[in-house]
């Protein structure tokens, strides 16, 4: 009841005008609240969090100022980070709603940037394979990170396909095999297929080269697209 209540109490928060409140503008004691209680030790709560600052940002994503928007973002980086599939449903969703609003020049750079990483990280998991290396590790937070944040590049555009989404998607299946990555690879997926599909024969599949197109096919969970 006092989760519902939070976010109820941030759906209703819509500043329009922050100059006159001073120091009784809600959205920067919102802010200080969220921030204080991202690590709490009750995932219930940090799943609460996430929600909030979900709200929060596309509600009032015009008037937050650039640290604002910064802070919530990192907000939905920690949630990514967390041991709770909950808690990292959520985070994606955010983080997912916080890159639309971003202009599409800056995604394509990001979506650079992480296309690079993935795999050089896809590069070292397949040198460990090829020394014996237990494949079981859990992944270090920046790899986890870049996995997660490829995937709300992905779902960014759920019904559009900007140039760079063949290259990013096609360097994320290659971390399907990894066990703690794998559901998040595999419903990242699903989801692109379930989105894409109606315009796929017709426009998009001609996008992806040959070669993507096999590994998506590969991946398992979308052999639609053959």
């Known amino acids: 009841a006092c989760h519902n209540t939070a976010i109820l109490v941030c759906t209703g928060v819509q500043v329009f005008d922050r100059a006159t409140l001073g ?13 204080q209680n991202t690590n709490s030790q009750s995932w219930h709560v940090r799943e609460t969090v996430q929600i909030i600052a979900g709200v929060l940002l596309v509600n009032n994503w015009l008037i937050l100022s ?17 041991f709770k599939p909950e808690v990292q449903n959520l985070a994606r969703a955010g983080m ?15 979506a650079l940037a992480y296309v690079k990483n993935c ?15 237990n494949n079981d590790t859990k992944p270090d937070n920046v790899y986890t990170n870049t996995i997660s944040m490829s995937s709300c590049m992905i ?6 396909l900007p140039d760079f989404i063949p290259s ?18 595999m419903k990242t997926i699903q989801d692109f297929k379930r989105t894409h599909q109606d315009r796929w024969d017709s426009e998009f599949k001609y996008k ?15 052999s639609y697209y053959s």
């Open 23 to 35: 120091q009784e503008d809600p959205i920067t004691s919102l802010c200080a609240v969220i921030k």
């Open 66 to 82: 650039v640290d604002e928007r910064k802070a919530i973002r990192d907000i939905f980086n920690e949630g990514m980070l967390d």
């Open 96 to 110: 997912t709603a916080y890159l639309i609003s971003k202009p599409i020049e800056e995604l394509n750079t990001l």
């Open 119 to 133: 795999n050089a990280f896809a590069e070292r998991e397949k040198k460990k394979r090829r020394q014996g290396t």
């Open 155 to 160: 779902l960014t555009f759920p019904y559009d």
């Open 168 to 185: 990013i998607l096609h360097a994320l299946i290659r971390h399907v095999t990894v066990p703690s990555l794998k559901d998040t690879v």
């Open 208 to 222: 992806f080269s040959t070669e993507q197109l096999e590994d998506i096919q590969g991946a398992g969970a979308m």
